[in-house]
């Protein structure tokens, strides 16, 4: 993978403060952050991922089993827990306990914890394309999100609600943030690269355009 720039997604402290303001105030748990910046309320997000979260359920051997974004977090998982004492308003863009918590923040959900219970599992998951290396002869390398602009247009997810993707075979005509389905199977393996950190790996099969299920 090449490391290239250290620039993280676009990370802006004043964004993700105000992300931190909006989901420590609305009281959200585990891992759901509201997409920031445009979108209706049904775009994708953290707590809305690109088809939809939980409920995947076990197929037969030497197929793909659809998972969800949520199945990709440990159960118990708490990204806001040490923050939630934390009152953001009173402090400025300037104060440095704002500085703090937020490089804090970012360490968190850089070192998000993997679900252990995925790692070797045949899997099929949508979700968006960051490219991480694109040649004439199609992308080589990736990174899967799971809401439009992670990594591009706001600071990335945690890590464990990103992937890696290695294909076997460099897919062609995509573009960023274009919607895919991915095939393959996936590891806990921790990646980083100048767009994020990610939790997970997968060596894919299939990159197939994304078709919403009628």
């Known amino acids: ?6 620039v ?19 009281g959200m748990s585990a891992h759901t952050w509201a997409q920031s910046g445009a979108g209706s309320a049904a775009a994708p997000s953290l707590s809305r991922p690109l088809g939809g979260s939980g409920g995947s359920k076990p197929v037969a051997a030497g197929t793909f089993r659809e998972i969800k974004w949520d199945d990709l977090v440990p159960k118990d998982w708490d990204p806001l827990k ?12 300037s104060d440095p306990r704002a500085t703090e918590m937020l490089k804090r923040m970012r360490e968190t959900w850089d070192n998000a914890p993997t679900n252990n219970e995925m790692d070797g599992v045949a899997v099929r998951i949508p ?12 992308m080589k390398e990736f990174l899967l999100v ?6 591009i247009h706001t600071p990335p997810p945690p890590a464990n609600q990103i ?27 921790r990646s980083d690269s100048y767009m994020g950190s990610s939790g997970y790996r ?5 990159v197939e355009p994304y078709v919403e299920k009628k």
């Open 127 to 138: 979700g968006y394309l960051v490219p991480l290396e694109d040649t004439k002869t199609g």
């Open 1 to 6: 993978m090449k490391s290239g720039s250290r």
């Open 8 to 26: 993280r997604c676009g990370f802006d402290r004043v964004l993700l403060q105000g992300v931190m303001i909006t989901v420590l105030g609305l």
């Open 163 to 189: 992937i890696y993707v290695k294909p076997q075979k460099a897919p062609k005509g995509f573009r960023s943030m274009d919607t895919v389905w991915v095939s393959g199977t996936l590891k806990t393996l």
């Open 146 to 151: 799971p809401y439009f602009g992670a990594c």
């Open 82 to 93: 040490q923050f939630k004492d934390m009152n953001f308003s009173v402090m400025n863009d």
């Open 202 to 206: 997968m060596d894919a099969m299939v």
